[in-house]
């Protein structure tokens, strides 16, 4: 009996054995029935990468996968033009004039500057950080910078510091064009006008008149009631005028030292070019010794001029 039955497990087991090879087939061509969303290293390949991710063109390379222009985002409103992203497949906003930035042509961490801008150090704070700070040097960060520098005059009689500017503005104004190179020609155009105040005797104070013209404006102070361009023969008054904060811009300040009563009045800021001329004028009060302390806005008969800022009827500063 033990010889059958040997005899007959083999003649079971031989044909299981040819089956074998034909089992191992069978699964090998099933379907893959792994989850996609527990395939972690997958799902890192597809979705990571980020801004450190670096395409080449060639199927993917350190994160970025193959570039798929029909995946990337659509980008809306870029007043400096379009640029690569980090993997150099899909367009991303340029960096405007000022905004840091990433040297050569790879975004890295802040991105590219935009259409007619070159990424360098920053040439506003050069000379502001001088005396002392060991480790300043390291630390200043590229930005955009404009490569026309030049001023341009816009149809809308506007002067644009830059082309970069007078790109930003077009931006939104499509009917925008340049006149031509250079500011455009106009009459003063007062920017800030000096602001009228109250002050005790003996202070000091300050008018300022900032100015943009081209050609260049030339600025002068007068107060009403007399007949001369300050300061005179006053000693305890003068004026100082210097280009700038812009430029074809001019600011110019009215001081007067140890104000008296006899002070107050109406200040006026003149500013005159060979196209014609524009004035703004500000009130001074000055308070007697007695004063100061019993001033209140509404004791005041010209609320108007002398306590623009007063609100209520406390004390003005």
Request: aromatic share 6%.
């Amino acid at each position: 009996h033990l010889d059958s039955n040997i005899s007959v497990g083999g003649s079971i087991a031989a044909p299981l054995l040819l089956l074998l090879p034909l089992l191992f087939l069978s699964l090998s061509a099933l379907p893959d029935l792994t989850d996609p969303l527990l395939d972690y290293d997958r799902l890192d390949e597809e979705l990571g990468g980020g801004r450190g991710r670096n395409w080449t063109g060639t199927g993917g390379a350190e994160g970025c996968g193959p570039c798929e222009l029909d995946l990337c985002p659509e980008t809306r409103g870029c007043r400096a033009g379009l640029v690569l992203d980090s993997c150099g497949c899909c367009k991303e906003c340029g960096n405007l004039e000022g905004q840091a930035c990433d040297p050569g042509h790879r975004s890295v961490f802040y991105g590219l500057c935009g259409t007619g801008l070159r990424c360098q150090e920053d040439p506003r704070p050069a000379g502001g950080g001088g005396g002392g700070g060991g480790g300043g040097e390291d630390e200043e960060e590229e930005v955009c910078v404009c490569e026309e520098q030049e001023a341009v005059c816009g149809s809308d009689g506007t002067t644009y510091v830059n082309m970069c500017q007078f790109r930003e503005a077009a931006f939104s104004r499509p009917e925008l064009k340049t006149r031509g190179r250079g500011p455009c020609k106009t009459v003063p155009i007062i920017k800030v006008p000096p602001q009228s105040q109250v002050n005790g005797t003996g202070s000091s104070l300050v008018f300022l008149c900032e100015v943009f013209a081209f050609p260049m404006a030339l600025v002068e102070w007068r107060k009403e009631g007399r007949d001369v361009i300050l300061p005179g023969d006053d000693p305890h008054i003068s004026v100082q005028s210097r280009g700038g904060p812009l430029k074809f811009e001019l600011s110019s300040w009215l001081q007067i030292e140890g104000a008296e009563p006899g002070d107050s009045g109406t200040y006026r800021c003149i500013a005159r070019n060979n196209l014609g001329s524009v004035s703004a004028s500000a009130v001074l009060g000055v308070l007697g010794a007695g004063e100061t302390e019993e001033y209140a806005c509404p004791h005041v008969e010209r609320v108007e001029d002398l306590c623009g800022t007063c609100s209520g009827s406390g004390p003005a500063d």
